[in-house]
Protein backbone atom coordinates (compact mmCIF):
# COMPACT_ATOMS: atom_id res chain seq x y z
CA UNK A 1 0.00 0.00 0.00
CA UNK A 2 0.94 3.45 -0.42
CA UNK A 3 1.93 5.37 2.16
CA UNK A 4 1.18 9.31 2.33
CA UNK A 5 3.14 11.89 5.85
CA UNK A 6 2.45 15.51 5.16
CA UNK A 7 4.07 18.23 6.83
CA UNK A 8 4.34 21.54 6.71
CA UNK A 9 1.50 23.35 8.34
CA UNK A 10 0.92 25.70 11.01
CA UNK A 11 -0.03 29.23 11.92
CA UNK A 12 0.33 32.28 9.27
CA UNK A 13 -1.18 35.87 9.60
CA UNK A 14 -3.05 36.67 6.16
CA UNK A 15 -0.80 37.48 3.31
CA UNK A 16 1.88 35.07 4.63
CA UNK A 17 2.91 31.79 2.82
CA UNK A 18 3.05 28.24 3.84
CA UNK A 19 4.92 25.07 2.16
CA UNK A 20 3.33 21.67 2.63
CA UNK A 21 5.01 18.58 1.53
CA UNK A 22 3.40 15.20 1.32
CA UNK A 23 6.15 12.40 1.32
CA UNK A 24 4.73 9.05 -0.35
CA UNK A 25 5.99 5.41 -0.01
CA UNK A 26 4.89 1.98 -0.72
CA UNK A 27 4.55 2.84 -5.21
CA UNK A 28 3.80 0.19 -6.83
CA UNK A 29 3.31 1.98 -10.14
CA UNK A 30 4.72 5.60 -11.35
CA UNK A 31 1.48 6.56 -12.40
CA UNK A 32 -0.94 8.24 -9.76
CA UNK A 33 -2.60 11.38 -9.32
CA UNK A 34 -1.41 13.57 -6.37
CA UNK A 35 -3.80 15.39 -4.88
CA UNK A 36 -4.41 18.16 -1.83
CA UNK A 37 -7.39 18.41 -0.24
CA UNK A 38 -8.68 20.45 2.47
CA UNK A 39 -11.42 20.62 5.06
CA UNK A 40 -12.63 23.00 7.49
CA UNK A 41 -15.02 22.38 10.11
CA UNK A 42 -18.74 22.18 9.45
CA UNK A 43 -17.56 22.20 5.65
CA UNK A 44 -17.30 19.10 2.97
CA UNK A 45 -13.68 18.37 1.80
CA UNK A 46 -12.74 20.02 -0.92
CA UNK A 47 -9.61 19.40 -3.76
CA UNK A 48 -7.36 22.15 -3.76
CA UNK A 49 -4.58 21.09 -6.30
CA UNK A 50 -3.87 18.01 -8.32
CA UNK A 51 -0.45 16.94 -10.24
CA UNK A 52 -0.28 13.71 -12.49
CA UNK A 53 3.01 12.30 -11.59
CA UNK A 54 3.66 10.62 -15.13
CA UNK A 55 2.97 14.38 -16.75
CA UNK A 56 3.23 16.96 -14.46
CA UNK A 57 -0.10 17.97 -15.73
CA UNK A 58 -1.60 20.20 -12.60
CA UNK A 59 -5.02 21.20 -12.35
CA UNK A 60 -6.25 23.93 -9.41
CA UNK A 61 -9.80 24.95 -7.80
CA UNK A 62 -10.68 28.76 -8.82
CA UNK A 63 -9.91 29.22 -5.11
CA UNK A 64 -6.39 28.93 -5.08
CA UNK A 65 -5.36 29.32 -8.30
CA UNK A 66 -2.71 32.54 -9.22
CA UNK A 67 -2.12 31.61 -5.06
CA UNK A 68 -1.48 28.14 -4.73
CA UNK A 69 1.79 26.04 -6.78
CA UNK A 70 1.65 21.98 -6.66
CA UNK A 71 4.92 20.44 -7.80
CA UNK A 72 6.88 16.95 -7.25
CA UNK A 73 9.91 15.61 -6.85
CA UNK A 74 10.23 12.76 -8.09
CA UNK A 75 13.57 11.54 -6.53
CA UNK A 76 12.20 12.19 -3.26
CA UNK A 77 8.84 10.69 -4.04
CA UNK A 78 7.61 14.26 -2.69
CA UNK A 79 5.03 16.53 -3.48
CA UNK A 80 4.61 20.07 -2.62
CA UNK A 81 2.03 22.44 -2.25
CA UNK A 82 3.70 25.98 -1.99
CA UNK A 83 0.66 28.07 -0.57
CA UNK A 84 0.88 31.81 -1.23
CA UNK A 85 -1.32 35.29 -0.47
CA UNK A 86 -2.83 33.14 2.21
CA UNK A 87 -6.51 33.91 3.70
CA UNK A 88 -8.43 33.34 6.62
CA UNK A 89 -11.16 30.98 4.30
CA UNK A 90 -7.74 28.96 3.65
CA UNK A 91 -8.23 27.92 6.97
CA UNK A 92 -8.59 24.54 7.49
CA UNK A 93 -6.95 20.55 7.49
CA UNK A 94 -4.94 20.00 4.62
CA UNK A 95 -4.53 16.55 3.48
CA UNK A 96 -2.82 14.97 0.57
CA UNK A 97 -4.34 11.52 -1.51
CA UNK A 98 -3.14 9.50 -4.32
CA UNK A 99 -5.28 7.99 -6.58
CA UNK A 100 -3.63 5.63 -8.65
CA UNK A 101 -4.88 7.06 -12.36
CA UNK A 102 -5.29 9.91 -14.47
CA UNK A 103 -6.42 12.70 -12.76
CA UNK A 104 -9.34 13.85 -14.90
CA UNK A 105 -11.96 12.08 -16.33
CA UNK A 106 -13.31 13.65 -19.72
CA UNK A 107 -15.65 15.80 -17.76
CA UNK A 108 -14.56 15.69 -14.44
CA UNK A 109 -11.61 15.62 -12.42
CA UNK A 110 -11.53 12.86 -10.26
CA UNK A 111 -13.79 13.32 -6.49
CA UNK A 112 -12.05 13.16 -3.25
CA UNK A 113 -14.01 9.97 -2.76
CA UNK A 114 -12.01 7.81 -5.55
CA UNK A 115 -8.70 8.63 -4.11
CA UNK A 116 -7.54 5.43 -2.15
CA UNK A 117 -4.42 6.41 -0.08
CA UNK A 118 -4.98 9.67 2.56
CA UNK A 119 -2.24 10.95 4.51
CA UNK A 120 -3.19 11.97 7.82
CA UNK A 121 -3.09 15.63 7.01
CA UNK A 122 -1.72 18.97 8.57
CA UNK A 123 -3.40 21.67 9.87
CA UNK A 124 -3.32 25.46 8.51
CA UNK A 125 -4.42 28.64 10.62
CA UNK A 126 -4.58 31.73 8.67
CA UNK A 127 -5.55 34.73 11.19
Known amino acids: DVQLVESGGGSVQAGGSLRLSCAASGYTSGRYCMGWFRQAPAKEREGVAYIYTVSGVTYYADTVKGRFTISQDNAKNTVYLQMNSLKPEDTAMYYC?????????????????????WGQGTQVTVS
Open 97 to 117: AAHPDFCAYTDRLVAWYEYKY
